[in-house]
T-cell receptor, first 112, second 113 residues
């Protein structure tokens, strides 16, 4: 039982490059979230989705795009990476927002 | 403005003592929810407890309880009989309308033997 899987786990990018982080869940969850974690800042919500085909902005959406074409997948894209986007990214999913979030292991992204 | 405030960046507690981690929140909505998560040094996020705004009783899960004071907008986590394995980062989070879930900055708890 995989739960929530994030791909890739580690990535180093140069400024201006693009990349996509994939979050896949096998629990048939409706809700999916992308967070970034930086030292001293806690987890900050980037974008989220309350169902297939829906997306919404979180607290820090600038510089990121997302898509939820399939219920089990939530993609986070960086079109033109900046050093300020160096962070650990967490994906999470849940059946409803009144129940626990199941988190992936995190993806560490470094932008040089 | 911060919607979730955790005022204790770090805490040191003797093993077997009870611990209270503070969390205050800011919302004008009537329907919301509050969570606590634990993040050990290994990095994974572990769900601890949830309290809905309409729940009349404080939530409890084993050694964890949530001291919910609605009028004061506080949702403190209480850990009874702390253990060395409780050393970790603890995050308070809130469900907002639209089902956005936002987190505080966390409190790092150190349990001393």
């Amino acid at each position: 039982n995989a739960g929530v899987t994030q791909t890739p786990k580690f990535r180093v990018l140069k400024t201006g490059q693009s990349m996509t982080l994939l979050c896949a869940q096998d629990m048939n969850h409706e809700y999916m979230y992308w967070y970034r974690q930086d030292p001293g800042m806690g987890l900050r919500l980037i974008h989220y989705s309350v169902g297939e085909g829906t997306t919404a902005k979180g607290e820090v959406p600038d510089g990121y795009n997302v898509s939820r074409l399939k219920k089990q997948n939530f993609l986070l894209g960086l079109e033109s990476a900046a050093p300020s986007q160096t962070s650990v990214y967490f994906c999470a999913s849940s059946w409803t927002a009144r129940m626990e979030l199941f988190f992936g292991e995190g993806s560490r992204l470094t932008v040089l | 403005a911060q919607k979730i405030t955790q005022t204790q960046p770090g805490m040191f507690v003797q093993e077997k003592e009870a611990v209270t981690l503070d969390c205050t929140y800011d919302t004008s909505d009537q329907s919301y929810g509050l969570f606590w998560y634990k993040q050990p040094s290994s990095g994974e996020m572990i769900f601890l407890i949830y309290q809905g705004s309409y729940d009349e009783q404080n939530a409890t899960e084993g050694r964890y309880s949530l001291n919910f004071q609605k009028a004061r907008k506080s949702a403190n986590l209480v850990i009874s009989a702390s253990q060395l394995g409780d050393s970790a980062m603890y995050f308070c989070a809130m469900r907002e309308p639209g089902d956005k879930i936002i987190f505080g900055k966390g409190t790092r708890l150190h349990i001393l033997p």
